[in-house]
């Protein structure tokens, strides 16, 4: 079975990827197995955040490793939080109610409210890969002010989808892994590993 190490501590990142992985007979191991630090993230794009985070997760634990950079972008705010999403309301610990809460004030005056899910992957087989699989796929839909559902996690419960009628979080975790930003890009991953002849993530 190939092994692979997920640059983060989120237990929703996890549990979304081991569900999105366990056909493909990869495993995924969080990094907090090898006691891996918090990798800093000074970095104003998803891609070099999620660069930075796989090459140091592959450093720390001798294995390949797979990192995501993901947020959610409103329009009205110039795509902000973006990269900032996690840590939207300055709070420590990170709280997700408190990121909902500031993000909700200050889509208050705008009439947009058009927002879209960010997803950057990038699989690397070694700290110095000098060519990382990257893959990056948007979720567009609506932010709705009152939180619906308990399915989900950061965003999610005011992330509504109106074709589906529902938030992100009313959904039935197989729909949301057929259809989420971190679903497609993904997808997206594995066809470019596919089609990389003499890819090995054997390290």
Same mark, same amino acid.
């Given at each position: *079975?190939?092994?692979?190490?997920?640059?983060?501590?989120?237990?929703?990142?996890?549990?979304?990827?081991?569900?999105?992985?366990?056909?493909?007979?990869?495993?995924?191991?969080?990094?907090?197995?090898?006691?891996?630090?918090?990798?800093?993230?000074? &970095?104003?794009?998803?891609?070099?955040?999620?660069?930075?985070?796989?090459? $140091?997760?592959?450093?720390?634990?001798?294995?390949?490793? #797979?990192?995501?950079?993901?947020?959610?972008?409103?329009?009205?705010?110039?795509?902000?939080?973006?990269?900032?999403?996690?840590? &939207? !309301?300055?709070?420590?610990?990170?709280?997700?109610? !408190?990121?909902? !809460?500031?993000?909700?004030?200050?889509?208050? =005056?705008?009439?947009?409210?058009?927002?879209?899910?960010?997803?950057?992957?990038?699989?690397?087989? $070694? =700290?110095?890969?000098?060519?990382?699989?990257? +893959?990056?796929?948007?979720?567009?839909? #609506?932010?709705?002010?009152?939180?619906?559902?308990?399915?989900?996690?950061? &965003?999610?419960? $005011?992330? &509504?989808?109106?074709?589906? $009628?529902?938030?992100?979080?009313? *959904?039935?975790?197989?729909?949301?892994?057929?259809?989420?930003?971190?679903?497609? +890009? #993904?997808?997206? #991953?594995?066809?470019?590993?596919?089609?990389?002849?003499?890819?090995?993530?054997?390290?």
């Amino acid at each position: *079975m190939n092994k692979i190490v997920l640059a983060s501590n989120n237990q929703g990142k996890l549990t979304e990827f081991k569900r999105l992985l366990q056909s493909l007979n990869i495993e995924i191991v969080p990094q907090a197995e090898f006691n891996i630090p918090e990798c800093p993230e000074p &970095y104003i794009t998803f891609v070099e955040n999620a660069l930075a985070k796989a090459r $140091h997760a592959s450093r720390y634990s001798g294995l390949p490793a #797979l990192a995501d950079d993901s947020g959610i972008c409103a329009n009205a705010l110039k795509g902000a939080p973006g990269v900032y999403s996690a840590r &939207y !309301a300055g709070t420590e610990p990170k709280s997700d109610a !408190a990121n909902n !809460a500031k993000l909700d004030a200050d889509l208050q =005056p705008f009439s947009d409210k058009t927002v879209f899910y960010v997803c950057v992957l990038v699989l690397v087989r $070694h =700290p110095d890969d000098p060519q990382p699989v990257i +893959a990056d796929a948007i979720w567009r839909g #609506l932010w709705q002010s009152t939180a619906t559902g308990n399915n989900g996690f950061g &965003y999610d419960p $005011h992330f &509504y989808l109106p074709e589906q $009628h529902l938030t992100a979080a009313q *959904m039935s975790q197989d729909e949301k892994n057929r259809v989420s930003h971190r679903a497609q +890009a #993904l997808n997206i #991953l594995l066809t470019k590993l596919k089609q990389q002849s003499g890819l090995n993530l054997h390290v």
